[in-house]
């Protein structure tokens, strides 16, 4: 049972450019969460998307955007980048399940470093 | 809003040497309370978790944590590390009714032989 993968696993792009990062969510579930993890900070939570809506959303300026698939997987897509979008994206899963708390699993990330 | 804070940046200790690593939070709702750890190059496994019930929780590889109300505490103990402890440590909690999971800053555990 393969877990939450995500891609790329680096990314180098330059500022000003658009990026867009792909998640498939492990098997199962249907939630996608999208985190960033700065250098030496922990994860910021960016917005969730559950049956292909936006359903929360983090202190997150308007260039980061995403989709979610009818098979469940989800891309984060970022544009006019900065320096400071240099980070981790974890990307979560998880299952609505309709109790109050529903396990997030983690992917590996994407590296994406801006120049 | 809720925050997290933990203390220590950085802990180093010897192998089977027992250690705790300090969290604690502010939230103006009830929350669920977690830790994670996250192994270089890797993404985030949750080692434990407190929703309800005793707030004593433990993990399968020795790990435990305490939630303390009053104090608004979830510290995380272990009584004897190993070198393959080494990682980072990261607090969270979640509103309940939320679904987002709010971070510290992390804690950086070194076990050195």
């Known amino acids: 049972d393969a877990g939450v993968t995500q891609s790329p696993t680096h990314l180098i792009k330059t500022r000003g450019q658009q990026v867009t990062l792909r998640c498939s969510p492990k098997s199962g579930h249907d939630t996608v969460s999208w985190y960033q993890q700065a250098l030496g900070q922990g994860p910021q939570f960016i917005f969730q998307?559950?049956?292909?809506?936006?359903?929360q959303r983090g202190n997150f300026p308007d260039r980061f955007s995403g989709h979610q698939f009818p098979n469940y997987s989800s891309e984060l897509n970022v544009n006019a980048l900065l320096l400071g979008d240099s980070a981790l994206y974890l990307c979560?899963?998880?299952?609505?399940?309709?109790?109050?708390?529903?396990?997030?699993?983690f992917g590996p990330g994407t590296r994406l470093t801006v120049l | 809003a809720q925050s997290v804070t933990q203390l220590d940046s950085q802990v180093p200790v010897f192998e089977e040497a027992p250690v705790e690593l300090r969290c604690n939070y502010s939230s103006s709702v009830s929350v669920y309370l977690f830790w994670y750890v996250q192994y270089p190059n890797q993404g985030l496994q949750l080692l434990l978790k407190y929703l309800s019930g005793s707030t004593l929780v433990e993990s399968i590889n020795g790990f435990e944590a305490e939630f303390n109300k009053s104090q608004t505490s979830f510290h995380l103990r272990k009584p004897s590390v190993h070198i393959s402890d080494t990682a980072e440590y990261f607090c969270a909690v979640r509103p309940t009714g939320f679904q987002k999971l709010v971070f510290g800053t992390g804690t950086r555990l070194l076990v050195s032989p």
């Open positions: 998307y559950y049956e292909e809506e936006e359903r």
């Open positions: 979560a899963s998880s299952l609505d399940s309709g109790s109050t708390y529903n396990e997030q699993f």
